[in-house]
């Protein structure tokens, strides 16, 4: 036991035993990486789960079910409409790792170039955002019913301005953030991010006892974000490694090359907005905004599966690489079959756990404002399973730079799924809309995918045992 808590702590201080090769120092030095990534970026999400289940718990009882889902819906257009950077924040991400292995001239014109395409994206979008909310009508897309929209709309349309003037600020801030992920240093940006989580989580149970209105609440969610993409854009400065005049002087030679690689990344976002991500949006559209709450308590309850997971599997995407790189295939063949494994184990007692505790859960977050039904409880835990799994499998495919493979597929999954969705929402409810997406997923997206494994040559020889 002590030999192997030693262990531990020299992973994680970066100093490793004597006698170790040159390719075991490069592994141990990854999995340190990841390993701190994990446990930063667990703290961060497990504060970021308790903030909105919280807030559906507070909220409920003096808003009611339709300002709630409305809030709930406009919380999840940052998430849904990510995909509107262009693909930048991934770029970010690669061209810090990139610069900083170049070299501090070469890092500085990467960021500086990054964050200015960013901040003038980000200016585009909020003012068409501002002219969309005052022009467009809102109400196609929450369906309120006559007899509280006059009730409801004020709140409602202060709250869309609101996102609208946060959504440039919000894909900025997310820029910066991977920005540093690049660099190496996720884990201080979690870390940090955490703590203003914590903060945010006091106030919003301040906000909610005064009863405060959907503007002001939104406010609080977004703020940690934004708060810490501020402070770390604030460090790149003083380190000189984002510098406005310099982004600007080699913003004409280079913004070609930032969004052709941002592309790659800005497809499969797209995709992953209409296939994964407009649920919520679909149910409102056709059920009402109130029937997305029972559906969005399903989402919020199983990231207590699908978090934790992902927690584990993410940092995995850069280990990938740096082993693809340095031809480490032995490393990555026994991290990806590792990972799979324990994905599908984790993932399927966490789902099993959460569907048999699900009631007691649900009572305790809303009482009896609102009913779950047992069947969209277990038909839910099934669709999370194969996300899991997914997720788990695309770490690996992104490390390995498999990225157009995995936009065509996208891509099909979507063009099939998107309609058959609201089809089968408006004819079977939100469990049938589940359902197609498990049986669209299984034939669109997990069959391709194998058929790429077993039929691929250079698949198979990369991982053949005697390479």
């Keep these: 036991m002590n030999v192997r808590i030693r262990q531990w702590f020299t992973l994680l201080l970066g100093r490793p035993e004597r006698g170790l090769s040159d390719s075991e120092l490069k592994s141990l030095e990854r999995n340190r990486v990841v390993v701190l990534t994990a446990m930063a970026s667990a703290f961060n999400k497990g504060v970021t789960m308790l903030t909105v289940i919280a807030a559906i718990s507070w909220t409920l009882p003096y808003l009611g079910e339709t300002l709630t889902g409305a809030w709930l819906i406009i ?43 960013l901040l003038i994206l980000g200016v585009v979008l909020t003012v068409c955002a501002l002219l969309l ?27 869309l301005t609101l996102f609208a003037s946060l959504f440039g600020l919000h894909l900025l801030t997310n820029g910066v953030i991977r920005t540093m992920v690049g660099m190496q240093q996720a884990h201080i940006v979690y870390l940090f991010q955490t703590f203003m989580g914590v903060l945010g989580l006091a106030l919003l149970f301040f906000l909610t006892e005064v009863n405060s209105g959907l503007t002001t609440l939104l ?3 977004m703020a940690p974000q934004i708060v810490t993409g501020f402070v770390f854009l604030l460090k790149l400065i003083r380190t000189d490694v984002f510098n406005f005049r310099t982004g600007i002087i080699n913003l004409p030679l280079h913004w070609r090359t930032f969004l052709s690689l941002g592309g790659s990344f800005f497809v499969l976002q797209i995709c992953a907005t209409l296939g994964w991500g407009a649920d919520a949006l679909i149910i409102s559209s056709t059920l009402g905004t109130a029937a997305v709450t029972p559906f969005i308590i399903c989402q919020r309850i199983f990231q207590f599966a699908s978090q934790p997971v992902s927690i584990l599997v993410t940092p995995l995407w850069p280990a990938y690489a740096n082993a693809a790189a340095g031809g480490d295939k032995a490393y990555i063949r026994k991290m ?50 194969l996300e899991i799994l997914g997720a788990t499998f695309a770490m690996f495919l992104n490390g390995m730079g498999i990225v157009r493979l995995q936009a065509v597929i996208a891509l099909l999954y979507v063009a099939v799924s998107l309609p058959l969705k609201f089809w089968a929402v408006q004819h079977g409810g939100i469990e049938s809309l589940i359902l197609t997406g498990i049986v669209c997923y299984f034939a669109l997206v997990v069959l391709p995918y194998t058929f790429f494994v077993l039929r691929n040559q250079s698949f198979r020889m990369f991982f053949s045992t005697k390479s």
Excluded at 133 to 159: C, G, H, M, R
Aim: aromatic share 8%; hydrophobic share 60%.
């Design 133 to 159: 909310i005052e022009y467009v009508s809102w109400q196609p897309l929450f369906k309120i019913p006559p007899t509280e929209l006059a009730v409801v709309d004020t709140e409602i349309s202060n709250a």
């Design 336 to 385: 990806l079959l590792l990972s799979m494994a324990c994905a599908a184990f984790v993932g399927g007692v966490l789902i099993l756990a959460i569907i048999f505790l699900a009631p007691a859960l649900i009572d305790l977050l809303v009482d009896d404002h609102v009913s779950v039904p047992l069947k969209l409880i277990a038909i839910y835990g099934g669709w999370v399973f």
């Design 219 to 221: 406010a609080c969610i």
């Design 75 to 117: 919380i999840s257009l940052f998430a849904v409409l990510a995909f509107m950077d262009l693909g930048l924040g991934n770029a970010m991400t690669n061209y810090a790792s990139n610069g900083l292995i170049a070299g501090p001239h070469t890092l500085q014109r990467e960021v500086s170039v990054g964050i200015v395409l």
